[in-house]
DNA sequence: GTCTATAGCTTGATAGAC
DNA sequence: GTCTATCAAGCTATAGAC
C-alpha cells in the first residue's frame, strides 16, 4: 500500500538488468543492493534464499521475453505477410531480444532444474502456438513445423550474428535483410 | 627439449577447457594452476599480465575452430554435396562447436579490442572463403552472399536450440535434421 | 622456472539492534 | 523491513628464496 510496496519487485528489476549486462556469477548481492539503494541483509530479507532465489524470478522474468514475439504475430493474411510481420516485430526489439538470447545462452548451463524445466514449458508452448499459426498457410503439419524451425534457427542464427557478435556485412555485402533472409528460406517471394 | 617444454601450452589447453566449462570469469587462476599441476605463482611467470593474458591466448587457440568446419568442404560436386558434407562434418563436431560457440557467445562481451579484433578478422576471413566456394554453383555473387548468411545463421540457430538448449523435439515432432532443414532453406533436394 | 608465503581485496551470508 | 557490523572463504597478484 505505501511506494515501497514494491521493493521485491524492484529488486528482480535491477538484478535483471545486471544480471543480463554482467552475468550472474560477476554480479554481486552488493551491486544489487546498491542498485536497488537498499543494504545487502535487505536482499536476504525478502529472498531468504539469498543470490540463487534471485536468480530463479529473473528466469520467470526473462525467458517469456525470449518468445514471446511471435505471439504477437495472428491475424496475418499470408504466410509472407506473417514472416515480414515477424521479422519487423523481431527487428524492433532486436537490441532487448539480442541481449536476453545471449544471456540465456550463457548462464543456462547454471540454470537449475527448476529454471530448465520453465525455460522448456515455454518454449515448447510458444512452438505448438506458433505452428498453428503457420497451418493456416500450410496445412501439412511436419512441413509447418519445419517451416517453425527454420524461423526459429535464423532467428536466433540472425540475433547472435548480427547482435550479439556485432559482425558488420563484409566489404563487398551489403546490409543482410532477416526478412529477405526468412524469405528466401522459405522460398517466399522477397519482400 | 625438455619434456616440460611446454608449460606454456598446457596451461593454454588445461585454461580453454575451464573457460569454456565454467566461464572466465568463474574460473580462478587457482584452479587453472591446479589443473596444470603448478602453483598460481609459476603462472604469472609464464604469462606476466595475469589471467588477461592467458584469455588472450586461448582466444587465438579457440575462435579459429569456430569457423574451420566451413574450410574443410571443398571439392564437392554440386551444392547438394557440399549442403551435406557440410552438415555431415558440424555435427560429427557438433559437441565441441556447441560448447565452444556458447562460450563465444557467452564471453564476447569481456574480450577486448584485441580479441574482438582477431574474431572479426576470422569471421571475415571464412566468410570470403565460403562464399568463393559457393560461387561455383551459384555463380551470382549476391546471391552466393546470401546462400551463405543462410548457411551460417541456421548453423548458429540449430546449434543453440538443440545443443545450448538441448531443446529436444516436441511430442508430435520427429527428431530435427539439419541437414534437411538446410536443403529445405535452400530449396535443394530433400536429402 | 618453480616454489612458499602473504598482502590486499571482494565475495555471499548472518547476527542482532532499531 | 531495514540497518550496522562482522565473518570465513575466496580472489588476483607479488616478493623473495631456491
Excluded at 164 to 170: A, E, G, P
Amino acid at each position: 500500500m505505501t511506494d515501497k510496496i514494491n521493493r521485491r519487485g524492484e529488486i528482480i528489476r535491477v538484478a535483471s538488468q545486471l544480471f543480463i549486462k554482467n552475468g550472474y556469477e560477476s554480479t554481486s548481492v552488493r551491486d544489487i543492493a546498491a542498485g536497488v539503494g537498499c543494504t545487502e541483509a535487505a536482499l536476504y530479507y525478502h529472498f531468504k534464499s539469498g543470490k540463487r532465489a534471485i536468480l530463479k524470478e529473473v528466469v520467470e522474468v526473462l525467458v517469456p521475453m525470449l518468445f514471446n514475439v511471435i505471439v504477437e504475430c495472428r491475424d496475418a493474411a499470408s504466410l509472407d505477410a506473417l514472416v515480414a510481420q515477424y521479422s519487423r516485430r523481431l527487428l524492433d526489439v532486436m537490441s532487448d531480444q539480442a541481449e536476453v538470447l545471449r544471456w540465456a545462452v550463457s548462464e543456462f548451463p547454471n540454470f537449475g532444474e527448476e529454471e530448465r524445466a520453465f525455460f522448456y514449458e515455454k518454449q515448447s508452448m510458444i512452438f505448438s502456438h506458433f505452428v498453428e499459426m503457420i497451418q493456416r498457410y500450410v496445412p501439412d503439419r511436419a512441413e509447418a513445423q519445419q517451416t517453425v524451425w527454420i524461423i526459429m534457427c535464423i532467428s536466433i542464427g540472425y540475433i547472435q550474428m548480427f547482435y550479439s557478435f556485432n559482425v558488420k556485412s563484409t566489404p563487398y555485402g551489403q546490409q543482410v535483410h532477416l526478412g529477405a533472409l526468412l524469405a528466401r528460406a522459405l522460398s517466399l517471394p522477397p519482400p
